[in-house]
């Protein structure tokens, strides 16, 4: 009949009248299936990935990008290295280290990496070193001192790069061997590892800070002073 209208398995269908809207198929409109995979409910996945450092401020600096090449078949394969250093310039620093393909993955790698191994570094008046250093790891030989305010970073390269992110406003720094960024990095977290504070040491040998100080010559109310001034 040519009033019929054939559906989706072939079977005549009654042709709609004047006023009454077509019948759909299956799944395919407001009426006809379950709408989608969720049933039609409206369903959003609202989950966001959390802060790994519950929301605080970071510092971070990307110190060197190393990019290496694969011949094969067909061309060159490229593939990228990141060095990280991270901070939050509270005395908490860490460095991470990155492979990928593309830079900006590289780069999410080695920040990651570096978040995760951040230490804790005792700072003197939160500005600078209670005590010189020295670290060592491969080729690497750096020495840290402490410097009076105003000195500012002396420091060049990755190293820089590390007590910018840690807080440190006044150090002086010397790098003896390799040039490596990575040994650099290495060897200047070897050495501010090594940092102790006064207040550490006075709690290991069951002593105050202000008995330390009066050791080194100075005065009992000198002592007494600089103690109350020691925060960490």
Known sequence: MA??????????????????APRRGRGGGRDG???????????????????????????????????????????????????????DGKGRAGFGHGKAREVPEAISKATAAAKKAMIRVP???????????RGVFGAGNVTLRSAPAGTGIIAGGPMRAVFESLGVADVVTKSVGTSNPYNMIRATFEALGEQTSPKSVAQRRGKKVSDLIKRGGASDRAAEAEAAAVTE
């Open 3 to 20: 009033d019929e209208i054939q559906n989706a398995e072939g079977a005549p269908e009654a042709a709609p009248t004047e006023g009454q």
């Open 33 to 87: 299936g379950r709408g989608g995979r969720d049933g039609g409910r409206g369903r959003r996945d609202d989950r966001r990935p959390r802060d790994e450092d519950g929301g605080e401020e970071l510092i971070e600096k990307l110190v060197h990008i190393n990019r290496v090449s694969k011949t094969v078949k067909g061309g060159k394969r490229f593939g990228f290295a990141a060095l990280v250093v991270v901070g």
């Open 123 to 133: 700072l003197r008046d939160g500005r600078t070193l209670h005590h010189d250093g």
